[in-house]
C-alpha cells in the first residue's frame, strides 16, 4: 500500500489530466489538493493494516473468549463520477487495510483515473485479483455488483434514488452488507459575531468548490438578520473574481459541468428558481458560447420550500437566506431529508457548541469548510445514507467480528 502511495505521487500530474480531461476539473487544485490527499489517504490505512486486532473477553462461567476481526470477503465498490480517483482510494484503501478483494465499478462518465490506478496498483505489487476494475453502466454493471450472489458487501457512493436501488439489490440477492453516502443539502449557518469577509469566503468555497459538484455543497446559506446585508455585499464583490474557463488555466477556480446531461439539470433548476420568485443576486446564465460552463449562480428571497432549497442540485448555485434566532437556525438547518454535512461560522464558543450538537448531520465544520482529512470520519444522517468513510470507523464494513470461546479446567479465577 505505501508502495502504490508512491506510484500515486510519482504520477500526480497524470492522474491529474486524467481528472480534468474526464470530468473537467481544475487542474491546479487536483495537483495542489485533491490526487496529494489520496496518497495519504493510502499511508493511512497502510498504517493501520497490522493493527487490526479483536480482544480477549471476560466471560461469566468456566470458558474463555476471544473476538476475531476477519476480512468481510469480496467487496462491490461503486464510485462516483465527481471525485474519481479520491473516491476509488477512499473505498479501497480500508478495505486493502482488512484484507479484502474488491471490484471497483467507477461511473460511466469517469473511467479513465480507475483503469490507471488499478494499473499503478499492480506495479505497486498489489496481487492479481484483489483490484477488479469493471467500467460499464449502472444498470448493467452497477446491478451486477450489487445483486451478485458471491459479493459479501457494497460500498455506494452516489444519489439516494440509485441507493435505494443498491439496497434493494442488496436485500433480494444475499443479504449483503450495505454502506451508502449518498445526496446531501448541507446548510452553512453564519452568525452575527461573525467576520463578515472570512463568512463570504466559506460561503462561496462551501457552494462552488468543485462547481457544485460535490456531495456535501454548502448549498443553503442562512445568514442572522444583523449580518446579512453586509454579508451580501461581500459574497457578491468577491464571487466577480471567480474565474470560470479552462480548466488547465491556472487562474481558473471552475470548469465546465462534467456533461451535458448535468449542465442541463442544473439550468433547469435556476430557471425553476425564478419562476417561483427567488431573486438573482449573479450569474443564473451559461457562461461563454461552447463548453458546459455556468455562471457562479447566487439566489435571495428563497424560501424553504422552494425546489432549490429542498433537491441536490450539485451545481454552481448558492441560496442565500435570513434568519433572526438561533432556535430558527437549527429547525430550518434540519429541515431536509438529508444529513450529510453542516457549517457553523460564528466567533461565540457556546453558540458553536449547541449548534454543531443540534444539527442532524455526519460532519460538522466550524469555521471552515470542506475539511477531509484520512482521520476523519465522514457518513450521512438520515437520507444521506449510513456507514463511514475515512477515519478508523472506515474499516469497520469490511470486517466481521467473529467469537471463539474454549472451555477451562480447574482454573483458580474466571
Not at 34 to 57: M, N, V
Not at 183 to 196: C, E, Q, R, Y
Not at 241 to 258: A, E, L, Y
Not at 396 to 410: G, S
Request: glycine share 8%.
Amino acid at each position: 500500500m505505501n508502495k502504490f502511495a508512491d506510484l500515486i505521487d510519482e504520477n500526480l500530474e497524470e492522474l491529474a489530466t486524467l481528472e480534468t480531461i474526464d470530468v473537467g476539473k481544475v487542474f491546479s487544485f487536483e495537483t495542489n489538493v485533491d490526487i496529494p490527499s489520496i496518497s495519504k489517504e493510502l499511508r493511512y490505512f497502510a498504517g493501520a493494516a497490522d493493527k487490526i486486532h479483536g480482544k480477549t473477553l471476560k466471560l461469566s462461567s468456566e470458558f474463555q473468549g476471544y473476538t476475531l476481526l476477519e476480512p468481510i470477503g469480496v467487496v462491490g465498490h461503486i464510485i462516483p463520477w465527481n471525485f474519481p480517483s479520491a473516491m476509488f482510494v477512499l473505498k479501497c484503501a480500508p478495505a486493502l487495510a482488512a484484507g479484502c478483494t474488491m471490484v471497483i465499478k467507477p461511473a460511466e462518465q469517469a473511467p479513465l483515473s480507475a483503469l490507471y490506478l488499478a494499473h499503478l496498483a499492480k506495479h505497486a505489487g498489489i496481487p492479481n485479483g484483489v483490484i477488479n476494475v469493471v467500467t460499464g453502466f449502472g444498470y448493467t454493471a452497477g446491478s451486477a455488483i450489487a445483486s451478485h450472489m458471491d459479493i459479501d458487501c457494497v460500498s455506494f457512493t452516489g444519489s439516494t434514488e440509485v441507493g435505494r436501488l443498491v439496497m434493494q439489490a442488496a436485500a433480494t440477492s444475499n443479504l449483503k452488507v450495505v454502506s451508502l453516502e449518498l445526496g446531501g443539502k448541507s446548510p452553512l449557518l453564519i452568525f452575527d459575531d461573525a467576520d463578515v469577509d472570512k463568512a463570504a469566503d466559506l460561503a462561496l468555497f462551501g457552494s462552488l468548490a468543485n462547481k457544485g459538484e460535490i456531495c456535501v455543497c454548502s448549498s443553503r446559506v442562512f445568514v442572522q438578520e444583523g449580518l446579512y446585508d453586509k454579508l451580501v455585499e461581500k459574497v457578491v464583490e468577491k464571487v466577480k473574481m471567480w474565474v470560470v474557463g479552462d480548466p488547465f488555466d491556472p487562474s481558473t477556480r471552475q470548469g465546465p459541468q462534467v456533461d451535458k446531461n448535468q449542465y442541463e439539470r442544473v439550468l433547469s433548476y435556476i430557471n425553476q428558481a425564478k419562476r417561483e420568485g427567488a431573486s438573482i443576486l449573479v450569474g443564473g446564465k451559461p457562461c461563454g458560447e461552447k463548453g458546459y460552463y455556468i455562471e457562479p449562480t447566487i439566489f435571495e428571497n428563497v424560501t424553504d420550500d422552494m425546489l432549490i432549497a429542498k433537491d441536490e442540485i450539485f451545481g454552481p448555485v448558492m441560496s442565500l437566506m435570513k434568519f433572526k434566532t438561533i432556535e430558527e437556525a437549527i429547525e430550518r438547518a434540519n429541515a431536509t431529508a438529508y444529513g450529510l454535512a453542516a457549517g457553523i461560522v460564528t466567533n461565540d464558543l457556546n453558540i458553536a457548541n449547541r449548534v454543531s450538537r443540534s444539527i442532524r448531520a455526519g460532519v460538522i465544520w466550524i469555521n471552515c469548510y470542506h475539511n477531509f482529512d484520512s482521520g476523519c470520519p465522514i457518513g450521512g444522517y438520515k437520507m444521506s445514507g449510513f456507514g463511514k468513510d475515512h477515519g478508523i470507523e472506515s474499516l469497520e464494513k469490511y470486517l466481521q467480528t467473529k467469537a471463539v470461546v474454549t472451555p477451562i479446567y480447574n482454573s483458580p479465577w474466571l
